[in-house]
């Protein structure tokens, strides 16, 4: 079999904040999970299913954070999921019978009837609740390479004054993964594609072999990469780094020229929960009657209007089959162009998406790539890889050091760092210094003592998550954000008073009620902390 001219290298970067509120009985931030379940997360797995019975070979990454599988693999989550499931059946139900006279939206309603109806037999009975498991069976055939995170996506380049902070997010990391499917993993994504020089050797001392920058951050390398994005460099600790490519990513993600856009898809942005008659939506809306998405969405994006046009699925189907042809297009005239300029071996083109993108705010997402590797499959010129197979045809790497960067605006930390969120970092720090120190202090706790440090811990980590700066820039779910940082620092410092006034007692109600709320994580070890 001849060598192809490119490999395309699809990362699908899957992550959730910890968001887990067992004092209410219904959260409005934990739908974020629900949503992503129904809309993303589960039709990939269905996607994968298909092509395996058609006999369609496809390889891709799949990151999984460590808090979306400390949610995926949560009981109280779980069958609250089953409860939002079943709520969200209710309505499709409701509106099957509202629209039955209306055939613009009757079939629409229908569809919705079928969706919701799939994903609760594919959750309860094909999946039994476990889709930690049901991706790792993907892994284990050899379709997928699972790749880890930092424990709770903290932005690494601003806590790197602290080696040891970023050193038990990432050993918390890789154990909560190798706990999840039996092996260590290879690769890790950085949250936000955060680097900076120091985490080359703290990833490599957790035995991780490599990880992705956006393309500033490759081609800014010292000395400059002589094959730019399209094959990956060795840091001098041994760390592999690979290059986002631009073109491909522009194509998806770009809001004049990305696919999602397209008039004849489904418009995200407009959901009967919003439409609808308050007493009607009422029972699926938020307890207080304020409105929310309910993933019921009739229309298309039709165009910049706020006359939207009625959704029409064949059509949808039909331009996402457009775009998978022209996106494999695209990518084989990008090899062909590169291959002579690539020496001994194809050009790789690193595409690394959101995984949440595809099925949920794209809605026509996973049957684009269900489409783009079939056709795939069928041209030789290019081949679906993941990052460990292309390393273990091509070892003889280039040497380069890269330098700060992110794929966050700008490239750099200004989305992490800025007038509306700049006011966490003193507090991160002082807590990050003050857990070292009580990792030092206590070499060999046990009992309450040992529960409260490790509790501090993960108090310490779901204060650092990234989520919570990225929202307060971004100005969504703000207030949300800034009681979450609070909480956790808050109950760090508490904690840190009682582990450190000799004549203090541990207060078990308090430790109790945050090890019930926040229980991420049961194999925490805060001596993660010492050097």
Known sequence: MSSPQGYLALVLHAHLPFVRHPEHERFLEEDWLYEAITECYLPLLDMMDRLSRKSVPFHFSLVLTPTLLSMLGDDLLRSRYLKHLGHSLELAYRERMRTSTDPRFSRLAQMYVARLQRAKR???????????????????????????????????PLLSVQPQVIAAQLKTAVTNHQQAFGRRPKGIWLPECGYCP?????????????????????????????????????????????????????????????????PAYREFYRDIGFD??????RPY???????????????RITGAT???????????VQQAELHAKHFLKARLKQARKLHPMMGDRPA???????????????????IFLEKLFTLAAREPELETITPSEYLTRHSDLQSSEPQLSSWGQGG????WLNESNDWVYRHLHWAGEHMIQLAEANPQAKGLRRRAL??????????????????????TAVEYAVRRTREHLEAFAELHKQLSDENAEIDQEFLINLERRHNLFPQIDYKSYLT
């Open 285 to 299: 809306i938020q307890p207080t009657g304020a409105r929310k998405n309910t993933g019921i969405k009739y229309h």
């Open 122 to 156: 594919m959750f309860t009975e094909v999946f039994e609740g476990d889709l930690v498991q049901a991706f790792g069976g993907w892994e284990k055939r050899g379709h997928i390479e699972l790749l880890t995170c930092a424990a709770t996506h903290a932005y690494l």
């Open 276 to 281: 609808l008659d308050l007493d009607y939506i």
């Open 454 to 475: 490790n509790q501090a811990a993960r108090e310490l980590m779901l204060a650092q998550a990234s989520d919570w700066a990225f929202i307060m820039k971004t100005g």
């Open 412 to 415: 750099y930390n200004a989305m």
């Open 198 to 262: 120091p985490l080359q050797s703290l990833l490599t001392e957790q035995g991780l072999e490599y990880t992705f920058l956006d393309a500033h951050g490759l081609l800014q390398s010292e000395p400059r990469p002589s094959r730019g994005v399209f094959a990956p460099v060795a840091g001098n600790k041994g760390l592999i780094f690979f290059g986002r490519d631009l073109s491909s990513s522009r194509q998806v993600w770009s809001a004049t020229e990305g696919y999602p856009g397209h």
């Open 348 to 366: 790789l083109v690193l595409a690394p998406f959101d995984a949440e993108l595809f099925g949920h705010w794209w809605y026509e997402g996973p």
């Open 306 to 316: 706020q006359d939207k046009e009625p959704y029409l699925p064949e059509l949808a």
